[in-house]
């Protein structure tokens, strides 16, 4: 890898590290199409058939996992660091995988479901906060939003592979699919061992040689002044926090409640929270349900749901190649806030007016299709860019905490809608599409007029949106001259380098 020049080793690296996308996109994904198996259906219910409650209970106890996997990478990512981290979520999920292909009943499944999860909350944490902290300013957007392509590849492959099993024989028709969950996480646990720390986690630990070593690795085709200025902005806006960065875990995760911090915690919280109150999830995660309220059923549906995988993988790349890093984030997440409203909109329309058994056929086709374009809004405007205006709010010390929180309360919020969704859609049928249409449009107020624009700047200048004090200036105009010979000094302490600096400004 080293072979390789610094702009390919990042992207490389990007990859590698956002198979957690991949990780959570197949582990969530592979449960619409396995609730749909016939023969899984026969197997774990019995002869009652579906059983809505169990049902629920599949997709909420991963969410219910998730919630406690956010809070063990928070810890875990400062005190082990990200890298060690990742690959430990990425060892769960491979077990979690093997439970689940090899399930014996609903429990054992359930449980299954759970180890997933809390692997799924450990990297949905992880991954944007490392991605990050390694990528230049000016491509942050690109190469975070890397995890949501490899999300939807994973959901892509999910109801692929979930369509292939309706063909095979028994009980393959389901095990074989879920054992599908197991190679990604092999992988990225192999590929881990070859990606360094994140740069910022090293300075905090004072690794001042090897943390220099990573921006060049990384970031030396942006130019040596480039990577000098950066270090000197990262080392010195650290030493400025060291205080709040030596605080107990405990104390510091409170510190994301305190008046100074709330307001970047709830914008992370509510970005996040999106990609469950948005609806997307809630669809991908029936499918069939919402097919069936339009007529259509059985293999059919499965294969729509495979061609609705399609759409985010369509939409995310359309994300990477025409918007990430050249749209304003405020821009892209309010438009795509109310253009998921508007499809909604028509969607419910459409299934009010054409529902199962209605003799116009293509009411209920146009309904899908709209179902479609809602995926590629979403995948568009959101899937890639959530974990990024997220992630980027914190200062580094409080960054993976307050990920953890973010993501925990996206899982709280995911347990709720998998329990309610099949009730809800059985009661009030295609009126459940309103609940979504509400969320989105009070999105898109929140985006345009609360979240401050963050393109373009680095992790330490977005703190100064908030009013944070910054220890330099701004990167372009950093003075490096007297600066960099002395941040460099492996040896030093925090505070012996603050002094130095004081005494060179003199």
């Known amino acids: 890898m080293m072979a390789l020049s610094s702009r390919y080793q990042i992207v490389l690296i990007t990859i590698i590290v956002a198979l957690g996308g991949f990780i959570f996109g197949i582990d969530s994904g592979i449960i619409a199409t396995t609730i749909g198996q016939a023969n899984f259906v026969k197997y ?11 049902t629920g209970a599949l997709v909420s106890g991963y969410n219910a996992g998730q919630a406690v996997g956010t809070f063990v990478s928070g810890y875990l990512a400062d005190k082990l660091s990200r890298k060690y981290s990742l690959s430990s979520a990425a060892i769960l999920a491979t077990f979690a995988g093997g439970i689940q292909a090899g399930s014996i009943n609903i429990g054992m499944l359930i449980a299954g479901r759970a180890l997933a999860g809390i692997s ?29 392509l490899m ?16 063909y ?130 059985g293999k059919t549906s499965l294969l729509v749901s495979g061609v609705f995988g399609t759409m985010g993988v369509i939409g995310t790349v359309i994300y990477l190649l025409f918007v990430a890093d050249k749209w304003r984030r405020t821009t892209t997440l309010w438009i795509g806030a109310l253009s998921m409203c508007i499809t909604l909109s028509i969607c419910m329309a459409l299934s009010a007016e054409f529902p199962s058994g209605s003799p116009n056929k293509s009411g209920g086709y146009a309904a899908i299709a709209f179902i479609f374009l809602y995926s590629i809004c979403f995948a568009i405007f959101f899937n890639g860019l959530i974990y990024a205006a997220s992630s980027e709010l914190f200062p580094h010390f409080l960054r993976s905490k307050g990920m953890s929180v973010a993501v925990w309360v996206k899982a709280v919020i995911a347990i709720v809608i998998s329990q309610i969704t099949p009730i809800a859609v059985k009661n009030i049928n295609w009126k459940y599409y309103s609940v979504y249409i509400a969320f989105n449009a009070v999105a ?32 372009d105009e950093i003075d490096i001259s007297g600066k960099y010979a002395v941040s460099v000094e492996p040896e030093a302490t925090h505070i012996e380098m603050i002094n130095k600096t004081l005494k060179v400004s003199v």
């Not at 774990?44 to 169990?54: A, D, E, T, W």
């Open 44 to 54: 774990m219910y019995g002869r009652k058939g579906s059983n809505p409650s169990l």
């Open 120 to 148: 799924s909350g450990m990297l949905l944490a992880l991954v944007p906060v490392y991605i990050a902290e390694i990528a230049p300013p000016q491509k942050r957007a690109f190469l975070v939003g890397m995890q949501g």
């Open 151 to 166: 999300s939807a590849l994973g959901f892509f492959v999910s109801n692929w592979v979930g369509y292939a099993g309706s």
């Open 168 to 297: 095979a024989v028994g009980n393959a028709a389901w095990r074989i699919p879920l054992a599908m969950q197991i190679p990604a996480p092999i992988v990225m646990l192999v590929g881990c061992y070859f990606i360094p720390f994140s740069p910022r986690w090293l300075i905090k630990q004072e690794r001042y040689e090897e943390a220099k070593a990573v921006l060049v690795r990384l970031q030396g085709h942006m130019g040596q002044e480039f990577v000098d200025r950066e270090f000197v902005q990262i080392q010195e806006q650290l030493s400025f926090e060291v205080y709040d960065r030596n605080l107990p875990w405990y104390k510091a995760a409170s510190a994301l409640f305190s008046a100074k911090y709330i307001k970047r915690t709830l914008l992370a919280c509510f970005i996040v929270a999106m990609s469950q109150l948005s609806g997307t999830s809630v669809i991908s995660n029936f499918q069939n349900v919402f097919y069936g309220i339009v007529g259509v059923k």
């Open 444 to 475: 898109a107020v929140v985006f345009y007029f609360l979240l401050p624009e963050t393109t373009g700047k680095t992790l330490e200048e977005v703190a100064a949106l908030f009013g944070d004090d910054m220890a330099t200036e701004p990167i």
